[in-house]
T-cell receptor, first 115, second 116 residues
Framework: DAGVIQSPRHEVTEMGQEVTLRCKPI?????LFWYRQTMMRGLELLIY????????DSGMPEDRFSAKMPNASFSTLKIQPSEPRDSAVYFC?????????????FGPGTRLTVL | AQTVTQSQPEMSVQEAETVTLSCTYD???????LFWYKQPPSRQMILVIR??????QNATENRFSVNFQKAAKSFSLKISDSQLGDTAMYFC?????????????FGAGTTVTVRA
């Protein structure tokens, strides 16, 4: 089976621009998570979805961040407008609560640089 | 909130030797999961090993094993016969037992360097 797929792998943009990160979870998984990794704050959970419904978005930094999951095989994380402090590695992870295994499997990450 | 502490920022080990990484956590839960993830320079987060708190037997995956001490809230990772490919940052993580929570709480990480 393919793992979690994220695109793009690298994104360089200018301050004020809109950025959209994409994620395809592992087929059959019903939970999806977005994390952000920075040197200062480590790994932080931004939002998680269960069965395509946002369950907890308390980690979303501010209104500039939004996430959607229109179907079970696709999610987006959008930053508008982007700021230099948003520079980080963004991970998507998925897990399955239906198979008795709740281990989260991570995608390769998107390295975002905002100039 | 759960707190996960990794007290060793960096460790170095000779190839073929053994290294042990420490992890402690703070929780009032009785049922939960613990994980070790590896992040090599490629930055991919890779699951190394998983432990269910209700299991007394320590988890083992090939050269990786854990020492789970529930009363002490300690969860150390032992890497035996270290290989150059083990060079990575290692993160300890805690998760309450679903369906109560699906959140992973991560420690700050330990950078392991395997020397040839």
């Amino acid at each position: 089976d393919a793992g979690v797929i994220q695109s793009p792998r690298h994104e360089v943009t200018e301050m004020g621009q809109e950025v959209t990160l994409r994620c395809k979870p592992i087929s059959g998984h019903n939970s999806l998570f977005w994390y952000r990794q920075t040197m200062m704050r480590g790994l932080e959970l931004l939002i998680y979805f269960n069965n395509n419904v946002p369950i907890d978005d308390s980690g979303m930094p501010e209104d500039r961040f939004s996430a959607k999951m229109p179907n079970a095989s696709f999610s987006t994380l959008k930053i508008q407008p982007s700021e230099p402090r948003d520079s980080a590695v963004y991970f998507c992870a998925s897990s399955s609560s239906n198979r008795g295994s709740d281990t989260q499997y991570f995608g390769p990450g998107t390295r975002l640089t905002v100039l | 909130a759960q707190t996960v502490t990794q007290s060793q920022p960096e460790m170095s080990v000779q190839e073929a030797e053994t290294v042990t990484l420490s992890c402690t956590y703070d929780t009032s839960e009785s049922n939960y999961y613990l994980f070790w993830y590896k992040q090599p320079p490629s930055r991919q987060m890779i699951l190394v090993i998983r432990q269910e708190a209700y299991k007394q037997q320590n988890a083992t995956e090939n050269r990786f094993s854990v020492n789970f001490q529930k009363a002490a809230k300690s969860f150390s990772l032992k890497i035996s016969d270290s290989q150059l490919g083990d060079t990575a940052m290692y993160f300890c993580a805690f998760m309450k037992q679903p369906p109560n929570d699906y959140k992973l709480s991560f420690g700050a990480g330990t950078t392991v360097t395997v020397r040839a």
